[in-house]
């Protein structure tokens, strides 16, 4: 195992990671709630290995802005509405300072491995499902 996935490896095992479905696929995601955990996402971090991504949780639909500052890969970026149903997918591009604007806000969103929502055919209308909820 390469130091790289070994550092990713231990700071995944120290998260707090829930089991979850999208679209019906396996996924692992980190819940961010505090606005600190959600400015820094996956700043400084390894990149995500396939399937692991954080949610950020926000209080009502909000207008949804998002940056890649200190994140030197490309992540997809999952817009979800208060029902955790998809409402928008697009890609951050890596190290980009200005925001991305997702049209609409929404309640939550995700940040997975880019790439990862093409190839697990997640569409509008997805639905997020958490096992601890």
């Keep these: 195992m390469r130091a790289i996935e070994q550092i990713y490896s231990k700071w995944r095992n120290f998260t707090e990671a829930s089991e979850a479905t999208l679209g019906g696929i396996p996924i692992r995601i980190k819940i961010l709630r505090t606005p600190e955990e959600q400015a820094e996402g996956f700043m400084f971090k390894p990149e995500p290995e396939n399937g692991y991504g954080l949610l950020f949780v926000y209080n009502g639909s909000r207008p949804?802005?998002?940056w890649m500052r200190?994140?030197?890969y490309d992540l997809d970026l999952i817009a979800l509405d208060g029902a955790l149903c998809v409402r928008?997918?697009?890609?951050?591009r890596a190290n980009e300072e200005e925001s991305v604007e997702i049209e609409g806000g929404g309640h939550?969103?995700?940040?997975?491995r880019s790439g990862?929502?093409?190839s697990n055919?997640?569409?509008i209308g997805d639905k997020l499902e958490i096992e601890d909820l």
Excluded: H
Excluded at 88 to 92: E, F, G, I, N, S
């Design 70 to 72: 200190n994140v030197p």
């Design 64 to 66: 949804l802005s998002f």
């Design 116 to 118: 990862w929502c093409r």
């Design 88 to 92: 928008k997918v697009c890609t951050l």
């Design 108 to 112: 939550y969103a995700i940040e997975m």
């Design 121 to 123: 055919g997640i569409l």
